[in-house]
């Protein structure tokens, strides 16, 4: 390691070290203040929590990599904001300045500016649950092409419809399509989409205030019933009386009735008989989770309607990662255009990878970075991490670079052409050439094998 004067030194040094663009490094480095570096934790100061958390979020992984190289040791990095100092703390750290209180001022104008931008770009996606942006794939084809014969002939065929799926794969979407393509093509038309919980309390309310009449006129009345989650009216006698009765006047008059729950009706413990045996009078339609075409294709439309530019890397991880809930995909997208409106950052795998740890839960593996791998086999090797990356092929290179091909289509399951990209442009080819290579060492070599083991253990799996 280097001779430096200061942490203050240090951080000056690592900043020159960063590859980001002069609109991330004005936004969001700059205004970061060096505090202290206590044993292995690297302490830095921002004014406000907003920029705190953007610099976490966005810069986190690449601020902690590279006081790590630098340092020769790994760092914990932690960013604090004015309210977690005292004042006796910001006098020790000399951040009790004029020059402070104005930087933190045009933090916070720069925050509402940020937040007008990230409204303005939310709005202009205009995201609408229609049938135009629903993503039909093999695992939900039968419940859109059922929703889409309704809007056509509501009330002649497919009556009741019974959508069931895990939470998170469109049911809500095709219910809101049915309502707005109904009310598009209907405008005289009544239609009621409400869910069982809102059911429920209309019902109880009605009774406590003396007008069930009033209740029963609201919902005899409607030309199209669509009710979300109708499993949540298990246990509920009396209101499971009503909807009975309710299903019953409406089915006489041939109106329209969807449902949608996240089982199939006879799987739905604590409903009469007679009522489950209502909703499987007309068809019952399944969603599965998207196969990775359909993900990819939710991912892509998204972006889209966003005007986000997402690198096919990006794309395929997300596709890899998120696998069986159409609402995380979508969350993650939405949170990626949030960082690239606020930093001005083209979003990359670092922070695609950020955000999906974000949200996949404790059950799941929390995706380790390329760049985190690249590094923990550069040390290993006693190579520069620039060097795994670029064209050079010495033979203490080539092997390290091996190995982290081979660790990196272990760890984070990107597809071969992403592992490509990210080692300087390589092709499909040559990652496979690598993958197998390291693979026929590990058969032959238990010294090795052991080492590779190690590694992988160390950086979050188990396995080789």
Not at 8 to 15: L, N, Y
Not at 171 to 185: D, F
Not at 279 to 306: H, N, S
Request: hydrophobic share 35%; with cysteine; net charge negative.
């Amino acid at each position: 390691m280097c001779s430096y004067n200061s942490f203050a030194d240090i951080f000056e040094e690592v900043k020159k070290r960063l590859t980001l663009s002069p609109t991330a490094m004005k936004l969001w480095i700059e205004p970061l203040k060096p505090l202290k570096l206590n044993n292995n934790q690297v302490l830095l100061y921002v004014a406000s929590d907003f920029a705190r958390d953007m610099a976490v979020n966005s810069f986190g992984n690449i601020l902690t990599d590279t006081f790590s190289e630098l340092l020769g040791f790994e760092v914990e990095l932690k960013i604090m904001c004015d309210n977690e100092l005292t004042h006796e703390q910001k006098l020790h750290y000399g951040l009790e300045t004029p020059e402070a209180e104005k930087e933190l001022e045009k933090e916070l104008e720069d925050d509402y500016v940020m937040k007008s931008r990230l409204s303005k770009s939310e709005a202009e996606s205009n995201y609408k649950h229609t049938f135009d942006t629903f993503i039909v794939g093999d695992n939900n084809k039968l419940a859109y092409a059922s929703c889409k014969a309704i809007v056509q002939e509501p009330g002649t065929k497919f009556n009741p419809l019974f959508i069931y799926s895990e939470p998170g794969l469109g049911k809500t979407h095709l219910l809101s399509a049915v309502k707005t393509e109904m009310e598009r093509l209907h405008p005289e038309m009544n239609i009621i989409y409400t869910t069982a919980d809102t059911f429920t309390d209309d019902f109880v309310s009605s009774i406590r205030s003396n007008r069930t009449e009033e209740f029963k006129a609201k919902y005899h009345s409607c030309d199209m019933l669509l009710i979300d989650d109708i499993q949540f009216i298990s246990n509920k006698v009396e209101t499971q009386q009503e909807m009975f009765h309710t299903f019953n006047y409406l089915h006489n008059q041939n109106k329209q009735i969807i449902f949608t729950s996240d089982r199939p009706p006879k799987e739905i413990n604590g409903v009469e008989e007679r009522l489950i045996s209502r909703f499987e009078w007309g068809l019952l339609a399944d969603i599965a989770p998207p196969e990775y075409e359909t993900r990819v294709a939710i991912i892509k439309r998204k972006a889209e309607l966003f005007h986000l530019d997402l690198s096919d890397n990006v794309i395929q991880f997300l596709a890899d990662k998120l696998k069986t809930n159409i609402r995380q995909l979508e969350g993650a997208i939405t949170k990626i255009n949030a960082l690239a409106v606020v930093t001005g950052v083209t979003p990359t795998l670092n922070i695609a990878q950020s955000v999906v740890k974000d949200i996949l839960s404790n059950h799941e593996p929390i995706p380790v970075t390329v760049e985190k791998i690249i590094n923990e086999v550069a040390k290993i090797y006693s190579v520069d991490p620039d060097d795994i990356r670029s064209s050079k092929r010495t033979s203490q290179i080539s092997t390290a670079r091996q190995v982290a091909i081979y660790v990196v289509s272990r760890i984070t399951g990107l597809s071969y052409s992403s592992i490509g990209e990210e080692f300087g442009h390589r092709d499909h080819s040559t990652v496979v050439y690598a993958i197998n290579k390291v693979r026929s060492i590990l058969n032959n070599d238990p010294s090795f094998k052991g080492m590779v083991e190690d590694m992988i253990k160390n950086l979050g799996n188990n396995s080789v």
